[in-house]
Each structure stands twice: as structure tokens, then as C-alpha cells.
């Protein structure tokens, strides 16, 4: 096979077409291909462009490749191939904490190899954990062990599920992510789409499925079962699990994928000595304008095309007082959600369904911040969170209202008494006020500055009447715990801390990936097969 890159045509070409532009490409026609990756160019609005990525199948692959340019090469391998099986016999059973991405496609991968893991989480079944978020969103009633952030599927099945990202892929781990979220019934575009997306009602259907498969495979689960200490031996080796019941399980393997919010669980292991570090986060706001007025600005008079769907953004501005001030998980066509998971302390965060056909556009509107900005050690980036979610509390009322204000009234520096045109989607509900008072007032400057800066790139961006909601805080992890080469803990062995929560990644496909990489030390460690991948790719067959 061949990987021919930019075939480039209209948005609305016959379908025809394709076949037509690979034969020019190719000088011959080919005898098959599959699209790998279909993207758009509406950098002009007036004329946007489909550009695919084609895997095709000819008769004299060395001729072609002689004379095809830099836009064609051999096709990559893409499957996935199993680094270690379980040996026949094994007693010992890892555990993974966490049902996240991260944990969940450690877990899928361990079960596919024959280790029989034993998955934990704190929170409920997604179903049940679906039920207590609505509790917060309609009635302001918060269950501390149940909600956006905690439960099965982890923070990231209440949200856009995007399913795209920039981090290095040599193995092509994401392909296998992206292959079982279609077994477990996403939509086959996200296989070839180049910003594919699932949300958050088909994310719910699918961590059952994939639930499903795991236990199939003699993989357990137990929810409501939160970690709250380890057994480490006196060789700094974990040797055991300890849950808030007492319960002790024995393992010498236990995979951390807790999650950026598991506050208590970083105290926890900070206090057992377990290496971790602070690390850079960013704290916003959630801006809210018409997603008619961002399909209009991107795609001019293409908006709406059933191709294109609705427009989203990526914005970045860098402030004269050397903050960087970025659009954060936008969600197009969703809304802004409740997010918190302490009592007295409010966050939100972006959602949004498969569709995308709600009225507004959100994302995150946030500075970079790193551990200067809040000093005293590995934790002091929980502390620093937790200040500004209780100022954003008492600015809502004290009742998980959200704190608001007009973009206009923002960049005036006054306080809103009333929301004009744009409708906020917070439930369970907003209140008017200034929201300086719920930001260090370095991340004001540097959000003042930026709006108009952004309006430059998509007029009408600082509408008077946009809204925004405070406040965005849970971007990333605010530590890092530290981990070798092999995965593994560099104060623990036999730890395997993982995804976004332990620093490693930052949205559902980097956590799933790491996921896999994590899982694959894991299994390598419980064979003796040596440090991860030094030994090459082996079974293409999982293990069932």
C-alpha cells in the first residue's frame, strides 16, 4: 500500500471526483484505496478545500514510489501488536485505580493480554454517576463521589469528546484507541475525520461496551472503591492497595490513573513518600457567543454544510505582561457544565453531544501558569485551585451558581448587573457580578487584553453581550508524578502512575495512549520481558 497525502478538492465535489484526482496523482488507476484522513483548509471562507490522506493499493509500488514526490511513501503498519501474554498459571492480578480513558484502555489492554486486571474507582457505574451530575446541574445538589469528575469514564465523558491530538504516536497507539471506540459503537468517521469527535451521550454507551469486553476477559471491576493508602515493603516496592473500607488488596503492580481532580489521593501519596512535583496549569474563564456567529466567520457562506458541521476555534495571545492567554477545550455548539467535585468550591468545564446543534459556542479562555505563580511544594497547585473555586462560590451565592459577566462589562472593568442577548447554558444558573474578583489579577490583565486581540481573528469575538462564566481551573493536572522510563514510580516500584492526572497527558487520546503505554510496562514487568518496547512488537492477536 501507498500513503499519498494533499489530494485537494472542492467542498462540494462529486464523489467521482476522488477516484479521478487519484488517478492523476498516480498517472494510473489504482486498483483500491481507503480514506485515512479527510480534513478541510477555510482559510478562505469563499472557497474551502477537502484535503485527503488516501492508503491505495497499486500494481508497481517501487515505479511509483521512484518518481512520487514527498506527498507519497509506504504505507505505515498501523495494528496494534501485543508486547507480552500472561503466563499460563499467573496468580497475581494488577490493579488499575481509575476508569478514566487512561485507565480504562490500561485495563482493556491488560484484560487483551491475559493479566485479569482488577479496576477500581471511587465513583459509580457511568449511568448512575450520570444521574448525580444531573442532581448538580438541576437542583445544585453536589455528590462529592459521584460527578463530572469522578466515576466511570472519568472527566472526559462529560464533555466534547474529541478524540484529536498533537502528541508523538510512533506505535500509532491512538489508531488502536480509536479502532476499539468503534467496536464499542462510536461512529466510523472517527478513523478518518481529522478532528474527530464523540460526545457525550455515545461516550456513555461505549465505556459500557468496553466494560463489557473487560469482563469478558476476566477483568474486574469495583466501584464506590476508593484508594486510600498503599502497602509499600520496606524496599520502597508497592505490595498492596488500601481502601477507605480497610480492604486490602495484594498486588505488586498497580497502575494510577486518578485523574486531575483526585485531590486527597495526591495528599495521600505525597504523604507515603511517593515522588511528585508541581507542575504548570493554566485558570480561566468559559466564554459563551452564538456558534452562528463563529460558522459565519469560519466558513463565510459554507456555514451550516452538513460537511463541515460547526465551526470551532483555536486562539492564542501573548500579553504584554508575558502571560499566554489561549482558547481551552472548545466546544462547539455545546455548554457550559458544573464541574465540581468539593463541597464549597465551584468549576466549570465544556460539554457537548455528537450533533453539536446547541445555540452557543464555549471554550475555556485561560492563562498559563506555572509553579512560581503558586510556590510551597508539590501540592501548593491544589491550594492555589481551591482559593479561586471558593471565590468563585461565594461570587455565584454560595449555591453552585455560577458567577458571570458580559464581555463588555469585563473590558470596561465593571461589574455586571444584568446578561444581555447571549443566554448562558450553566446549569444551575448564573449570577451577574465582576469576575475580577474570582482571577489573579495577572490572568485579568492578560484576558483583557486578548479579547480584542482575538476579535482581530474572529470579528465579533468581544461582543458586548458574550458571556463569560468563571471559573475554568481543572485545564491539567497541578502535579506531576514523577516516573522512569519503565513507567514506573522513581520513589515506588512496582507504581505505575499514568495519564492526565500523573502529569502525562491531557485529553481523552493522549490518557488512552498512555494508558497503553503504561499497560504495556505493566506487562512486561509481570514477565520479565524487559524495559517497554526495547524487545519490538509481537502478538498481533490479543488474548482472549
Not at 524496599?235 to 498497580?254: D, F, K, N, P, Y
Amino acid at each position: 500500500m501507498l500513503r499519498l497525502h494533499e489530494i485537494r478538492l472542492p467542498l462540494d465535489h462529486p464523489p467521482e471526483a476522488l477516484q479521478a484526482a487519484l488517478t492523476e496523482r498516480l498517472g494510473a488507476p489504482a486498483l483500491g484505496f481507503t480514506v485515512v484522513r479527510r480534513g478541510y483548509d477555510a482559510r478562505n471562507p469563499r472557497r474551502i478545500i477537502l484535503s485527503y490522506t488516501l492508503d491505495v493499493e497499486v500494481d508497481d509500488e517501487a515505479a511509483l514510489l521512484a518518481r512520487g514526490g514527498p506527498a507519497m511513501r509506504q504505507a505505515p503498519d498501523m495494528r496494534y501488536r501485543f508486547v507480552a501474554a500472561a503466563p499460563e498459571g499467573l496468580e497475581e492480578r494488577p490493579v488499575v485505580v481509575g476508569t478514566g480513558p487512561c485507565g480504562l484502555f490500561a485495563g482493556l489492554i491488560l484484560a487483551q493480554s491475559g493479566f485479569r486486571p482488577i479496576i477500581l474507582d471511587r465513583g459509580k457505574q457511568v449511568r448512575e454517576r450520570t444521574k448525580d451530575t444531573w442532581d448538580l446541574w438541576r437542583r445544585g445538589i453536589l455528590h462529592p463521589e459521584s460527578n463530572v469528575q469522578f466515576g466511570e469514564g472519568g472527566a472526559g465523558t462529560f464533555s466534547d469528546g474529541k478524540l484529536h491530538s498533537q502528541i508523538r504516536d510512533p506505535f500509532f497507539f491512538g489508531r488502536k484507541v480509536l479502532e476499539e471506540f468503534v467496536k464499542a459503537g462510536a461512529p466510523e468517521e472517527i478513523l478518518y475525520v481529522s478532528k474527530p469527535h464523540i460526545g457525550t451521550f455515545r461516550l456513555v454507551q461505549m465505556v459500557e461496551a468496553m466494560r463489557d469486553t473487560i469482563e469478558g476477559l476476566g477483568g474486574e471491576y469495583r466501584f464506590g472503591h476508593r484508594v486510600d493508602g498503599l502497602e509499600i515493603d520496606e524496599a520502597r516496592r508497592v505490595s498492596g492497595v488500601v481502601l477507605q473500607t480497610g480492604e486490602r488488596i495484594a498486588t505488586r503492580h498497580v497502575v494510577l490513573a486518578i485523574g486531575h481532580s483526585a485531590r486527597d489521593t495526591f495528599e495521600m501519596l505525597h504523604a507515603q513518600g511517593v515522588a511528585m512535583t508541581a507542575k504548570p496549569f493554566s485558570i480561566g474563564v468559559r466564554i459563551e457567543h452564538p456558534q452562528s456567529l463563529i460558522d459565519a466567520q469560519r466558513f463565510g457562506p459554507h456555514a451550516g454544510h452538513p460537511m463541515l458541521g460547526a465551526a470551532d476555534y483555536r486562539l492564542v495571545h501573548h500579553a504584554k505582561n508575558g502571560r499566554s492567554v489561549y482558547s481551552f477545550c472548545m466546544c462547539p455548539g455545546g455548554t457550559v457544565v458544573a464541574a465540581a467535585s468539593e463541597e464549597g468550591r465551584l468549576v466549570t468545564n465544556g460539554m457537548s453531544q455528537y450533533s453539536r446543534n446547541e445555540r452557543n459556542a464555549n471554550a475555556g479562555i485561560v492563562v498559563g501558569i506555572t509553579p512560581e505563580d503558586y510556590p510551597g511544594g508539590p501540592l501548593a497547585g491544589i491550594a492555589f485551585q481551591r482559593h479561586w473555586e471558593e471565590r468563585a462560590f461565594l461570587a455565584g451565592g454560595s449555591t453552585y451558581a455560577a458567577p458571570a459577566q458580559r464581555v463588555g462589562d469585563f473590558l470596561a472593568g465593571r461589574a455586571s448587573t444584568h446578561l444581555g442577548e447571549v443566554a448562558p447554558s450553566y446549569r444551575p444558573g448564573v449570577t451577574p457580578t465582576d469576575l475580577s474578583t474570582c482571577l489573579p489579577d495577572f490572568a485579568v490583565a492578560a484576558i483583557r487584553e486578548a479579547l480584542p486581540a482575538f476579535d482581530r481573528d474572529i470579528p465579533g469575538f468581544s461582543l458586548g453581550d458574550a458571556v463569560m462564566t468563571g471559573v475554568e481551573t481543572r485545564t491539567s493536572s497541578p502535579v506531576r508524578i514523577e516516573r522512569g522510563e519503565d513507567c514506573q514510580s522513581l520513589s515506588v516500584a512496582g507504581l505505575f502512575p499514568a495519564g492526565e492526572g500523573a502529569g502525562y497527558a491531557g485529553g481523552i487520546l493522549s490518557a488512552a495512549v498512555d494508558g497503553i503505554r503504561v499497560a504495556e510496562a505493566v506487562a512486561l514487568a509481570m514477565t520479565d520481558g524487559g524495559p517497554v518496547r526495547s524487545s519490538g512488537r509481537h502478538s498481533e492477536t490479543p488474548i482472549y
